[in-house]
């Protein structure tokens, strides 16, 4: 193979248009950060080892990646991208097998120009040694980048976040969410000694390296580079069991050392908080890890065996209730959202950040089933209800594939309302309750499509949810029930619908089906109407 230039790379090989949503312009850069392009789709991450060392006073890190992966076609030649976000910068890098000059980082990639002839199920390395001043973020966790900062003793405290802006911000790696390292990672934070460095997974070795701590953490099952994260401070750590329904699993909670009092009692809401989730979801989906909360110098995030908790050990959210009923009051965010996310977002992961309503309209739903649980049904319909009130509709839920980019805010509250309104279709709680146990049983460990979710429930419930999702996923219209009633004569018709839209609703104890023509049924008395307002519609007498 002839040496290719990065420049006759891009000319010859990258035919990506742009793409334009509301005046964004989408370029090749963000296809190549978003897509599973020539020069990804052809291996398989196994494996992640990696170790970084964060130097508080210059605000910059090293590290290394040894990346293991498996080759999943026949394929000569190839070209490997590896992400890594400008500032950083690879210093060295290692392969197992031969490469034409090096390799070449231009950007935010990085390019392998491999001289062989590979053949499917091989398994190589690619091992990136890097240094730089990451990204900070200016607002994490939803500015992503790394936090330098102290707690209130002074002390450094320093930890990452990059749902958003990709791991890549720091860490060479494959950085798509639908390839996940199968076998897990190792993780080695290199701290000073007076400091504690937490990650994912379990400590599976802690020494002392001259002047220097290194804490080496493991996670053994498939994690989302998102969600693999350093944290390094004045830790101190407590413990406590739950039996599941998978046996016992450890609780591990890593706090800063003047927080230990109130942790141990926020935390007493870990316990409910995973029976309600287990009863709705099936088991903790990462008992090999273990469950752990860590102090975080952000709100919240729901690193996988590694969430992040920021919200100041005070129920609702920093103390105020998201659903503006009151209801939220009585358990703290942060511990059931984030947590919930160990099922949805990782446990079941979307192959793309467009479908990232997956993660969060399933778990902010989660924070209704465990109202429900946790307290009663009614406070859970109240929360739900209420939810409704923060929906925007700006733009559709659904963002545009395969250039990272998220959809609408309203993933949270209208995708929680979505799940809350079929389930009033569904009108039975155990059979609902058993759809959402098989997602996370048959999509065990597995990144998803927004057809695959849709499908599982339409199939599973034995309705056609189909219009359904096409109008809450992808339109910002509301569905309109326009109605007018005479004694016990009901008429009614949709408005503000996609084609064929098909949501039954029960009127008085009754079902009706409406369409988009108007229809007339008696009912059985002629008391005024009464609609559920779990259901997300709006409704309007046109008397």
């Known amino acids: 193979m002839k040496k290719i230039t990065f420049s006759l790379l891009f000319a010859s090989s990258l035919a990506y248009g742009q793409f334009f949503e509301r005046g964004k312009t989408f370029t090749k850069q963000d ?17 992640y080892d990696l170790s970084v060392e964060p130097d508080f006073a210059s605000k910059s890190i090293k590290g290394n990646n040894k990346i293991s992966f498996e080759i ?73 980048g790394w936090v330098f900062t102290e707690d209130e003793k002074g002390n450094p405290w320093m930890s990452v976040a990059d749902e958003g802006i990709g791991a890549s911000v720091w860490l060479p790696t494959k950085d798509i969410w639908s390839d996940e390292p199968d076998q897990g990672i190792t993780m080695k934070i290199i701290t000073p000694k007076d400091l504690v460095g937490i990650g994912n997974g379990r400590l599976i070795s802690k020494k002392e390296e001259g002047n220097k701590t290194a804490y080496t953490w493991e996670v053994k099952n498939p994690i989302n580079a998102y969600s693999i994260i350093p944290n390094i401070g004045k830790y101190v750590n407590f413990k ?13 909670y890593w706090v800063i ?9 926020q935390f007493a809401q870990v316990k409910p908080m995973l029976a309600a989730f287990e009863y709705w979801f099936g ?5 090999e890890d273990s469950y752990k909360l860590v102090d975080s110098p952000y709100l919240g995030m729901e690193h996988q065996s590694n969430i992040a908790y920021g919200n100041q050990y005070m129920n609702g959210y920093l103390g105020s209730d998201y659903s ?8 703290d965010y942060i511990i059931v959202h984030e947590s919930g996310h160990e099922w949805f977002a990782n446990n079941i992961t979307a192959k793309d950040q467009a479908d990232m309503w997956v993660h969060e309209g399933f778990t902010m739903y989660s924070e209704v089933l465990f109202t429900e649980k946790y307290m009663d049904k009614k406070s859970a319909d109240i929360y739900a209800q209420g939810v409704q009130n923060s929906i925007s509709n700006d733009v559709p839920i659904i963002g545009k594939y395969g250039v990272r980019n998220e959809g609408s805010g309203d993933m949270y509250p209208k995708g929680a309302s979505m799940l809350h309104t079929i389930r009033q279709v569904i009108d039975n709680d155990e059979k609902f309750r058993q759809i959402l146990r098989g997602l996370n049983k048959d999509f065990y460990h597995q990144t998803v499509t927004t057809e695959q979710i849709e499908k599982y ?9 189909s219009s359904v999702f096409n109008q809450y996923l992808r339109t910002t219209d509301v569905p309109v029930l326009e109605y007018s009633q005479k004694g016990n004569e009901l008429k009614f018709k949709y408005s503000k619908v996609v084609k064929n839209f098909k949501l039954p609703l029960k009127v008085n104890d009754e079902w009706i089906k409406p369409t988009e023509e108007w229809q007339t049924v008696k009912l059985k008395n002629g008391n005024s109407v009464e609609f559920n ?10 008397n």
Request: with cysteine; net charge positive.
């Open 257 to 265: 050392d003047y927080n230990l009092e109130k942790a141990k009692k």
């Open 324 to 331: 503006g009923t009151g209801v939220g009051l009585n358990w």
């Open 240 to 252: 406590d069991t739950y039996n599941g329904e998978k046996g016992k699993l450890d609780l591990d």
């Open 31 to 47: 296809t190549l950060k978003g897509s599973d392009t020539k020069f990804r789709d052809f291996w398989d991450v196994k494996r």
């Open 457 to 465: 429930i339409s199939d599973k419930s034995g309705i056609d949810f």
């Open 283 to 287: 088991p903790y989906p990462f008992y």
């Open 533 to 542: 307002k779990n259901n997300y519609i709006y409704f309007r007498d046109t």
């Open 72 to 144: 999943t076609k026949d394929i000569s030649n190839p070209v490997f991208q590896i992400d890594l976000q400008k500032p950083m910068k690879a210093d060295k890098i290692e392969c197992s097998f031969p490469t034409v000059a090096g390799f070449k980082q231009d950007g935010d990639f990085i390019f392998i120009s491999a001289k062989k002839n590979f053949k499917k199920g091989e398994k190589f390395t690619i091992d990136v040694t890097y240094s730089g001043k990451p990204t900070i973020a200016k607002r994490a966790p939803w500015d992503g």
